[in-house]
């Protein structure tokens, strides 16, 4: 499939460029867009006119009176949980979801008719009953599927509702200070708030009927709260997309055919990924949804010809879901065939390192500091030994999966979209194990052995290796990595590869520009930015790592839809890569100390922070 537009016949299409495709003219979320800001908006005023009671003396209280959610005698406990739903829900009306939609239809009429019965507010109920017109109105644009979910959601919800009412309810408690009986102290307020989300009364007494606003209110946002965790911890889960046995085995005979284009393409058999195929067969496409964002990793897989129909397929999902569709890490021909197909934008976030291994060597001045380092480390009696999976025996292979898991520097498993996220697997023979040796007397007795080091590649097609993670132990000489890596380019000539793929490099073009003579104030300010950036990702590091061994870079570029969606996919992808973790964290987990005051070598997956 050719990647040129009509009239250019340079063979690049600008990457930026909004082409023909699925995303072409009005976009449809306006209505659930607006409809969900309202919802927010009204939800804001709704809590602010229930706890307040000067804002429901003010002038906007004529407007709060009639918007949904002021239901008569109750109307301070009715507008904060009226409210408080109705911010729950804008979220979801805004990514077109039926269920939230459904709950709107329903509570709108409700609180119509509560407008008529409890204070025959006719504006009231025309603005309820004219909001829910609307949303039935354009009904056909409501029908994204939920989001894979489990039911940590329920006790996320618990967690943070339970705390959103702690301190909603503790401002409700303490805004009526002339009405207040004596003079509660602070315990006394959590006390009184504490026993009124379960319905009972509290220390805290108040004159006339504020006593009753406050109880109300505060038991409104217990049920609230307890009505919600409920709903979520018994309806059906819809797990998240996991790679069965079947799409797997498509994926390894596509892999077969065409992995050789795409040195992330191996990366697509993660076990965690959903998959979507062309019509044909002849290609895929992977993800993750994290967060709302359906998150692709490379270029898709298979012949390029299937591509459109597998890029399709990928935006119908999201579509169907409401999700935001993202792509991280493909190439530049990646790029040009999502950018036209779908509209799409394109931005370049790095460089993959690749070096040729016909071309490598340690010759030369430029090559000195790797080659003394290399030598100084062989001196110290360090071997090393550089084979395929297939040709490892089980418990060899069970003492590597052992040491890589014990070194990670971290509590979670990083990486993504350039990672497999397993060592030793069967199905994974033609994978490459590069490990470094110590003959050391004193170390009889550890886990591992002599071991001292591990990086381990997956293929790229029939002669190239991509690097997916590098493991150390932390008490081995420095330059373990670099040891491994020249060993393994050195080998790569008995293993049939002719190129080996090392290390995503964030920026790279502008640290390489930043640092150059003549560098102007703007990409000085940038380079410096992503130098202190650094302390926590170290983008600098790396790239000077990869830079070590003379590759020639490849660009790599992120796919988005708008630019205010870059923030939530660039969460969404730390997220995915394992540098946030949102999760509960598990009980009693230990972890082994490091040294004091050592600072590790580069130990890491490939394209992500060392840990």
């Not at 204070?119 to 894979?148: E, T, Y």
């Not at 007397?441 to 052995?449: D, K, N, R």
């Not at 293929?459 to 393994?488: H, Q």
């Not at 502008?510 to 990702?537: D, K, N, Q």
Request: net charge positive; glycine share 10%; aromatic share 8%.
């Amino acid at each position: 499939m050719s990647v040129t537009v009509d009239g250019d016949t340079s063979g690049k299409v600008p990457l930026a460029v909004r082409g023909r495709g699925l995303l072409r003219g009005p976009r449809p979320e306006t209505v659930p867009v607006l409809v969900g800001r309202a919802c927010a908006a009204v939800g804001l005023i709704d809590v602010a006119a229930g706890v307040f009671p000067r804002f429901r003396h003010s002038r906007m209280h004529t407007l709060a009176e009639v918007l949904p959610g002021a239901l008569g005698p109750f109307a301070a406990a009715l507008s904060l949980s009226s409210g408080v739903l109705l911010l729950l829900l804008a979220h979801g009306i805004k990514r077109h979801k039926r269920r939230a939609w459904r709950a709107a239809v329903v509570l709108l009429p409700a609180g119509a008719v509560a407008q008529f019965v409890y204070r025959h507010s006719l504006i009231g109920v025309l603005l309820s009953l004219a909001l829910c017109f609307l949303l039935v109105r354009h009904r056909k644009q409501f029908a994204a599927l939920p989001d894979p979910r489990s039911r940590w959601r329920a006790l996320a919800n618990f967690v943070l509702l339970g705390a959103g009412s702690m301190a909603l309810g503790l401002v409700v408690v303490s805004v009526h200070p002339g009405r207040v009986v004596g003079n509660p102290s602070i315990a006394d307020r959590l006390q009184h708030v504490l026993y009124g989300l379960f319905g009972l009364e509290g220390p805290v007494d108040y004159a006339g009927a504020t006593s009753w606003t406050v109880a109300y209110s505060l038991g409104s946002l217990g049920l609230l709260t307890a009505v919600t965790t409920i709903y979520l911890a018994f309806r059906p889960e819809h797990p998240a997309a996991r790679l069965d046995e079947h799409d797997e085995a498509r994926l390894r005979a596509l892999l077969d055919k065409h992995g050789g284009r795409d040195s992330l393409g191996h990366f697509a058999l993660r076990r965690d990924k959903g998959v979507v195929f062309s019509p044909s067969g002849k290609a895929a496409v992977c993800y993750r949804v994290v967060s709302g964002v359906m998150l692709a990793g490379g270029d898709p897989i298979g012949d390029v010809e299937a591509w459109p129909g597998a890029i399709e397929r990928f935006m119908d999902e999201a579509r169907a879901h409401s999700w935001t569709p993202a792509v991280m890490g493909c190439s530049e021909t990646g790029g040009e065939v999502w950018t036209r197909e779908t509209g799409l934008s394109a931005l370049e976030i790095g460089d993959e390192a690749v070096v040729d291994a016909a071309d490598f060597s340690l010759a030369g001045r430029a090559m000195r500091n790797v080659r003394q380092m290399v030598k100084r480390i062989e001196r110290n009696g360090y071997e090393t030994r550089v084979r395929r999976v297939r040709d490892i025996g089980d418990a060899e292979l069970a003492r590597i999966r052992r040491a890589a898991a014990d070194w990670r520097g971290t509590d979670t498993e990083r990486g993504f979209s350039m990672a497999l996220g397993r060592i030793g697997d069967p199905a994974d023979g033609d994978c490459v194990v590069a490990t470094a040796h110590l003959a050391d007397p004193g170390a009889e007795g550890s886990p591992h052995g002599d071991l001292k080091a591990v990086l381990h590649f997956v293929p790229w097609g029939r002669d190239g290796l991509s690097l997916e993670l590098m493991r150390r132990d932390r008490s081995a000489d420095p330059g373990m990595n670099e040891l491994l890596i020249v060993a393994s380019l050195q080998a790569a000539p008995a293993l049939s590869v002719a190129r080996v793929s090392l290390n995503f490099a964030m920026f790279r073009s502008t640290l390489a520009r930043g640092e150059r003579l003549g560098a102007g104030p703007v990409l000085r300010c940038w380079r410096g930015l992503l130098i202190f950036l650094s302390r926590w990702f170290q983008i600098e590091s790396l790239y000077r790592f990869n830079a070590k061994f003379r590759p020639r870079w490849e660009p790599r570029f992120v796919v988005y839809r708008a630019g205010r969606d870059l923030p939530r996919i660039g969460l969404a992808a730390l997220r995915a890569e394992g540098f946030v973790n949102l999760a509960p964290p598990r009980p009693f987990r230990t972890r082994s100390p490091r040294p004091c005051g050592h600072r590790p070598d580069l130990t890491a997956e490939r394209g992500v922070r060392p840990a």
